[in-house]
């Protein structure tokens, strides 16, 4: 197995371990069981700070974090992070991209918001990074980010492909340094993210008629 491989498997195992404890507590908050829910907690900080060499991550009070965070009964259930994405192009058949804070572009994207649709979430993350008014017409893909390549938090992104409706371009003074549309194949770098399958995503579905949506198979 690959260093890289190796790297995102005992991300993804950190993740799990992580999230049973947290449940486990939010079911099982005092005796045997607890005292076992935190052991795991211990256990997958030591491992999270370990593959995380150089940023001075404090297992001990990482662990504290995520037993603090630990919620009650269904509400602590732990699950995956989920986020939305907008895939715009303009009339010039060129697609919408922003610059994020950190210097990277990515198309127009955010945490998913308790009280909205999925499509209400992404229309909203469009109007506030860019000033543009969007529909979203189809699911284009729902993108698994540890199946992407990222050993970050473990988050499904639903990315939809939007009409362009009007508005003018205003960016966002906290969330976006800079936007503008661009050819496909001209995109600005560097580029946010590991996960690249959404630039082929974006060419089937506005240029090849694709309507299928895509999901990571098992």
Known sequence: MAADDLI???ARFVERVAAIGRTGLAFQPHGYDAERYESLLQEAARIHAALAAGAELDAAALAARWRAAAGAGYDGYVTAGVGCGAIVFN???????????????????GFCDVGESPAENVAREVAEETGLAVTPTRLLGVIDSLKAGSPMRHIYSMLFY?????????LHPLETLDAGFFPLERLPE?????????????????????????????
């Open 162 to 170: 939007c009409r362009l409706d009007g508005g003018a371009l205003r």
């Open 8 to 10: 995102l498997e005992l």
């Open 91 to 109: 009339e010039r058949d060129e697609l919408l991209m922003i610059q994020r804070p950190g210097g990277r572009w990515w198309y127009p994207t």
């Open 190 to 218: 560097p580029l946010h993210g590991y996960d690249r399958k959404w630039i082929r995503l974006a060419r089937e579905f506005h240029f090849e008629g694709r309507v299928e949506t895509y999901f990571d198979p098992l």
